[in-house]
């Protein structure tokens, strides 16, 4: 039998650990904007939910996906930040654009995992095309911001236990 697909989209509230005193890093990409835009307010509508202060809700935007591990690991180092969340979306042309940057992004946002304090989330699209990205940013599949933002919170609170 298939598995269930899981959305965190739908997640419980209650069950996330209390964020007030947290400050959180958003780094969003200007590539397909209309996507990273819905993407980043389902993010920072998650935040403000889970009781994070606006002003400790810190946005920066870089050129595209590709810059997103660049924007973050400046984030880390000039910012006081309990983690990170890196915003993209990339869409499959005709070229091999699209495999380079996705492993790129991924990649390099694995290794800021690794060896930065911090969580870095990735919520990047890798889409084949503009309508499975329009799904997932607000659409029928839910908004992966919102996926993104708790993921946050739940790495900021599992680096936190003792
Ligand atoms: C160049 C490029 C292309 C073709 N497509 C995308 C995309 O679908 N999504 C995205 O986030 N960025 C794209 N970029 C821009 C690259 O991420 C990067 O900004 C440039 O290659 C400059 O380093």
């Given at each position: 039998m298939a598995e269930k697909k899981k959305n965190l989209d739908s997640y419980i509230p209650f069950q996330l650990p209390s964020a007030e005193k947290y400050r959180i890093g958003i780094v969003v990409s200007e590539w397909n904007d209309h996507i990273t835009?819905?993407?980043?307010?389902?993010?920072?509508?998650?935040?403000?939910?889970?009781?994070?202060?606006?002003?400790?809700i810190v946005v920066k935007h870089v050129p595209g996906s590709f810059e997103l591990p660049t924007g973050a690991a400046h984030l880390i180092r000039q910012t006081p930040i309990d983690g990170v969340i890196c915003i993209g979306c990339i869409i499959q042309g005709e070229t091999r654009h699209f495999e380079f940057i996705a492993q790129a992004t991924a990649d390099g946002i694995m290794r800021l995992n690794l060896q930065q304090p911090v969580p870095v989330i990735f919520s990047v699209l890798t889409c084949d095309t503009m309508q499975q990205a329009e799904d997932r940013a607000g659409g029928k599949m839910?908004?992966?911001g919102v996926e993104g933002a708790i993921s946050c919170l739940k790495m900021i609170a599992f680096d936190q236990q003792s």
């Open positions: 835009d819905s993407l980043l307010k389902g993010a920072r509508e998650t935040l403000l939910q889970q009781g994070i202060k606006e002003e400790n839910g908004n992966k």
